[in-house]
């Protein structure tokens, strides 16, 4: 066998490649960024291409062998920088397959890039027409709604209604009203049967005589003028007067009040009485509030209030004879309630002599001056009479008296 075969041979018998990641991963450094696989699939390329040219140039030689009648050919070795050559030639290929496959690649993503920019356009255009009919629909239902509302205004019939906040009561009245309906372009009017009117959805409205009203309410649609006409009556009570009158004697007072209702007295001194025409004493002196409350048949109340001045109940005489014959020997006031006052007497003569001086309804004038035992002439004198309650309220009485 040649030497050149025997060449080939070894080298095809030999030939291996690497398996191992740390051998690719040196190799991968020397070559563009790109997949692993793809790397590898050219690294066999290349072996194999190396392969294919020693089979070749055997094939070459043993052709020009057989022509030359089995000559004898010098083998030339191969020189050590035509294998590089080859090698440089080799990665040159691989580096343009790459270069290739990336353009290739790129090309792909542009297209698809292009595909989606295309769909995403068709749609945004779906969406515009959508967005265009939903509008399209939109004014057609607000045309559709104008007309359908154009048609139930000239149709539409008010309704008259009112809610009043009170349906009667008692002299004066406060009452409001407040119409119900509640439709765009309504238009009221209240008429009262005592003149009052109003053209407002509520109305106040103060009845000041008693007696039935009518209230009326027109209720008018602007669209088409129909008008809804509803009613009510309200009904006023009088208010009872509460008038007195009161007359006194020597031991109380007594008063006249109105018939046919319900009375309350309130005499100031801490006591009262429903009695219609009642009798009092009292027991203090000086100014008090005499209230009436009167209620009729109705409920409604009315009271009145009116200042009494009140003077003690007591008598004394305007003449006495000091004889010592037992009767009419001593001259003292004599009081109703005298537990309930206090008092001072004071008699003088006809010059405004001093003559006898009392704080005690136990202590009477004897007629002597000054309680001595000299009698006072017979004649005229005067008496001052001062009285307190217990409260502190005071009175001063005057008068004249005879000593015969």
Same mark, same amino acid.
């Given at each position: 066998?040649?030497?050149? &075969? *025997? ?5 095809l ?12 991963? #040196? ?5 563009p960024?790109?997949?692993? $696989?793809?790397?590898?699939y050219?690294? +066999?390329?290349? =072996?194999?291409? %190396? ?5 070749? %140039? ?8 057989? %022509? ?29 397959? /790459?270069?290739? &496959? ?17 769909k ?8 515009? &027409? ?7 629909? @939109? ?12 048609? +139930? ?17 008692? @002299? ?8 119900? &309906? ?17 053209? $407002? ?11 039935? !009203? ?31 009158s !009161?007359?006194k004697? #020597?031991? =109380?007072? !007594? ?12 005499f ?11 009798e009092? %004493? ?36 305007? =003449? ?18 005298? #537990? ?27 007629? *002597? ?8 002439? *017979? ?11 217990? !409260?502190?309220?005071?009175? /001063? ?5 005879? /000593?015969?």
């Amino acid at each position: 066998m040649m030497q050149l &075969e *025997k060449y080939i041979k070894n080298k095809l018998n030999t030939f291996e490649y690497s398996d191992k990641a740390s051998d690719w991963n #040196e190799f991968e450094k020397k070559l563009p960024k790109q997949k692993i $696989s793809i790397t590898k699939y050219f690294v +066999i390329g290349a =072996a194999a291409t %190396v392969l294919i040219t020693l089979i070749g %140039v055997y094939l070459l030689n043993s052709s020009s062998n057989d %022509v030359n009648n089995k000559q004898i050919t010098t083998i030339i070795p191969v020189k050590k920088s035509n294998i590089d050559k080859r090698t440089k030639k080799l990665e040159n290929i691989v580096n343009d397959n /790459i270069q290739k &496959e990336e353009v290739k690649n790129t090309k792909i993503a542009i297209k698809d890039n292009a595909n989606i920019l295309q769909k995403q356009i068709s749609n945004n255009k779906q969406i515009q &027409e959508s967005e265009k009919d939903i509008t399209d629909n @939109l004014t057609k239902i607000k045309k559709e709604k104008a007309i359908s509302d154009n048609i +139930i205004a000239d149709n539409y019939q008010p309704k008259s209604s009112f809610h009043a906040s009170s349906q009667h009561g008692c @002299l004066p009245l406060n009452i409001s009203f407040k119409a119900n &309906e509640n439709h765009e372009n309504i238009s009221y009017k209240w008429e009262f049967s005592d003149g009052f009117t109003s053209n $407002s959805k509520i109305v106040n409205h103060i009845f000041k005589k008693a007696g039935e !009203y009518t209230v009326k309410l027109f209720t008018t649609y602007k669209n088409n003028h129909k008008t809804s006409i509803s009613e009510q009556t309200i009904t006023i009570y009088p208010i009872p007067k509460a008038d007195f009158s !009161y007359t006194k004697d #020597e031991d =109380a007072y !007594y008063f006249d009040g109105p018939d046919n209702n319900e009375l309350s007295w309130n005499f100031g001194d801490n006591t009262t009485t429903n009695e219609i025409d009642p009798e009092h %004493v009292f027991k203090l002196i000086g100014e008090t509030n005499i209230e009436l409350t009167v209620k009729n048949e109705f409920g409604c109340i009315s009271s009145r209030k009116e200042k009494i001045n009140i003077s003690p109940i007591f008598k004394i005489a305007n =003449a006495f004879s000091p004889d010592n014959n037992g009767f009419n020997d001593e001259f003292s006031p004599i009081f109703e309630y005298p #537990e309930n006052y206090d008092f001072e007497l004071y008699i003088y003569n006809s010059q405004g002599k001093l003559y006898f001086k009392s704080s005690s309804v136990n202590q009477s004038w004897n007629g *002597k001056i000054n309680n001595t035992e000299q009698l006072a002439e *017979k004649g005229y004198y005067l008496w001052k009479l001062i009285i307190s309650d217990k !409260y502190g309220n005071r009175i /001063i009485k005057n008068g004249n008296l005879n /000593i015969k």
